[in-house]
């Protein structure tokens, strides 16, 4: 390999690593607002309106990046399923922060790869080696020390959160098999689109779910959006631009932005077990990676 691939290489590396810690540090941010708002709406309201504004900097990218032409995808089905997959787990994860910490509740939904390694070996044929196993195992130990099940600290909510792990497997799985030849903006289209039918459904044919906005929340909804739109097209890009196994573990810097966002909006300062099962999840997720 000469000299200029392999400096192409190492500028592409530091460039994925920059842009998924910049696209996780936004959804966590985003993810601020969503608190706030669902205190006083559903979350179904939430990510319909939400959806809206987020196809501002997804129309834009398609503008900058001329993919416009590669919208009209040969794998629909697939697009459509993996947003849909991606659209239940975030409102899942609405679902548990109404009353978990935003720490705690990032926590919990980053047990997902866990969920992907464990099903991969029957739906995707994929051989787990030992070390993947001992991943697993630690990983599940995380969320179950945050959980703690059966015990008088365990809150309702955290199914919520084991749902939303659940549905996003469901979306890296799907992913996997969608495979990566369409452009970042094509997928953040198709994405958006799901997130919108998520939320539009429920509310039109479900009473009870629209309702009046104030603008200060309209605001931050009209914000959340933008952020969202912006920090899924970044999240792809890295996915582009890097491989998988030197982006996926910095998706675990959203932990330590969720924990100093959640102390200094809403003053949570998370127990010794939620910090054990973070640095459980967080070792995990990263030898994890390093085996994929």
Known sequence: MSETSDQQQHDNAGTAVIVIVAGVGLLTTGDIF???????????NY???RSIFAFVPVLIALQITRTWRLLKTQR????VARGLAMAMAYTCYLQSIQTLPIADATAIIFSSPFLVALFSRWFLGEKVP?????????GFTGALVIVQPGTEAFRPAA??????????AVTALLARRLGSTEPAPVTSFYTTIAFLLTGLIPVTLIPGHWGPVSDLHFLMIAGGG???GTAHFLIILAYRKGQASLVAPFEYSSLPIAVVL?????GDIPTTAVWTGIALIIIAGA??????
């Open 159 to 168: 199914l919520w959160g084991i749902g939303g792990a659940a549905a996003a």
């Open 287 to 292: 030898l994890l990676a390093r085996r994929a």
């Open 47 to 49: 990510v319909l309106l």
């Open 34 to 44: 969503a608190k706030i708002v669902t205190e006083d709406m559903t979350p179904f």
């Open 262 to 266: 959640g102390y200094v909006v809403f």
């Open 76 to 79: 629909l089905g697939g697009q």
């Open 130 to 138: 030992l070390i993947r196993w001992i991943a697993i195992v630690l």
């Open 226 to 228: 933008l952020i969202a």
